[in-house]
């Protein structure tokens, strides 16, 4: 009996704890939440909606529990001295804009190949002493200078030689043949017509895409990576311009966040519990021991599984989100994190009833009551 127990005490337990959703807090008042992914090279790694962010473990105030349950609001416990995962991990290969073709794209700060600027210590300045007028007039200064009694001889600083070097001339490269073909890629993946491609180029760059630079054809690809781009308006004449997908989605799940009530999915999930034990008791009916076990998970899967099914709705969409792309993007992110808030309620539900009930017939099998 007492092992009957233990086993989904310690499988609540596992549960309740074995979640990595982090708040970080930063100097400069920035606070970020997500799903801690882990330290490499002096920086933590956290994925916020589908994009992993990354700090300098300098800039960071503090890390806290964000997971719903008994470690809510408590430090996060990592070690910036250890590298807890691998950079294929971090930053997988993708898009190279320069090229057109598929690349590992490593930023500056973690790229071996880039020297980091060293630090240089400032040289402590010593003040010349004024010149000594002697009886036959103005003698040269002495060679030497007293600092706290000790005498230091005076080294005459190194006049600066160097000449600046006159600029070299500035050539304008033109696009490449693998950024033409990722334009037109990434411009249809937008629902974008050659002409809807041409007329954004022509308002943004004034030109069309044979005649782009290549800094030009990087910078397009970036945006259209970037979600930032939609279908130019001819009457409007706007610029096609709106919210990276980043700010999308991170104004998608504060939102959902706030709207979310975790007390009520809470009391559904915990209702579980009930659900749990018919479904148990129906199942050991049915085919004992097996039924038992097969029928309460079930019944304990129940609010979860109205959780996951319930229809939900956006309620309302930010006046910066002005296009329907970044719509449908904002809509996409916040329907799948409500769904993700309202399961992980009922779960938490779930668990604690779990908890509680163990420690109940614990107590009762000590003989406490």
């Given at each position: 009996m007492n092992r009957s127990i233990a086993l989904p005490l310690l499988m609540a337990f596992s549960f309740l704890f074995g979640d990595n959703n982090v708040q970080v807090r930063l100097e400069n008042g920035q606070k970020d939440q997500g799903e801690f992914i882990g330290t490499y090279m002096n920086h933590i790694h956290i994925l916020v909606g589908e994009k992993i962010i990354y700090y300098a473990c300098d800039d960071i105030v503090s890390i806290t529990n964000a997971s719903e349950g008994i470690s809510y609001g408590k430090g996060?416990?990592?070690?910036?001295?250890?590298?807890?995962?691998?950079?294929?991990?971090?930053?997988?290969?993708?898009?190279?804009?320069?090229?057109?073709?598929?690349?590992?794209?490593?930023?500056?700060?973690?790229?071996?190949?880039?020297?980091?600027?060293?630090?240089?210590?400032?040289?402590?300045?010593?003040?010349?002493?004024?010149?000594?007028?002697?009886?036959?007039?103005?003698?040269?200064?002495?060679?030497?200078?007293?600092?706290?009694?000790?005498?230091?001889?005076r080294v005459a600083p190194e006049k600066e030689t160097a000449q600046a070097e006159p600029k070299a001339a500035v050539s304008v490269r033109a696009i490449l043949p693998g950024q033409k073909s990722a334009i037109k890629s990434l411009s249809r993946a937008a629902d974008f017509t050659n002409a809807d491609l041409n007329t954004f180029l022509i308002q943004n760059y004034t030109q069309p895409l044979d005649g782009l630079s290549h800094a030009q054809a990087r910078n397009v690809i970036n945006k259209f990576q970037a979600?930032?781009?939609?279908?130019?308006?001819?009457?409007?004449?706007?610029?096609?311009?709106?919210?990276?997908?980043?700010?999308?989605?991170?104004?998608?799940?504060?939102?959902?966040?706030?709207?979310?009530?975790?007390?009520?999915?809470?009391?559904?999930?915990?209702?579980?519990?009930?659900?749990?034990?018919?479904?148990?008791?129906?199942?050991?009916?049915m085919a004992d021991f097996p039924g038992f076990i097969i029928g309460g998970a079930i019944g304990l899967g129940l609010p979860s599984l109205v959780a996951s099914s319930?229809?939900?709705?956006?309620?309302?969409?930010?006046?910066?989100?002005?296009?329907?792309?970044?719509?449908?993007?904002?809509?996409?992110?916040?329907?799948?994190?409500?769904?993700?808030?309202?399961?992980?309620?009922?779960?938490?539900?779930?668990?604690?009833?779990?908890?509680g009930f163990g420690v109940f017939m614990l107590m009762l099998i000590g003989g406490s009551f």
């Open positions: 996060y416990d990592y070690d910036c001295s250890k590298n807890t995962v691998t950079a294929d991990i971090l930053f997988p290969p993708e898009l190279d804009p320069m090229t057109g073709e598929m690349a590992q794209m490593l930023p500056d700060v973690f790229n071996p190949d880039i020297p980091k600027p060293a630090v240089e210590k400032a040289t402590p300045v010593v003040q010349k002493p004024d010149t000594k007028v002697a009886a036959g007039g103005v003698s040269a200064p002495e060679d030497f200078v007293i600092i706290d009694g000790v005498k230091y001889a979600g930032s781009v939609s279908k130019p308006s001819p009457e409007t004449g706007t610029r096609g311009t709106t919210l990276s997908t980043l700010e999308i989605r991170s104004l998608a799940l504060m939102n959902a966040g706030q709207k979310h009530v975790g007390l009520g999915w809470g009391l559904l999930g915990l209702a579980g519990c009930g659900s749990g034990m018919m479904g148990g008791m129906i199942g050991g009916e319930s229809t939900q709705s956006v309620p309302y969409y930010p006046n910066e989100i002005k296009t329907q792309n970044g719509k449908r993007q904002y809509k996409d992110a916040y329907l799948k994190e409500v769904g993700r808030l309202q399961v992980r309620s009922a779960q938490s539900g779930t668990v604690l009833g779990l908890v």
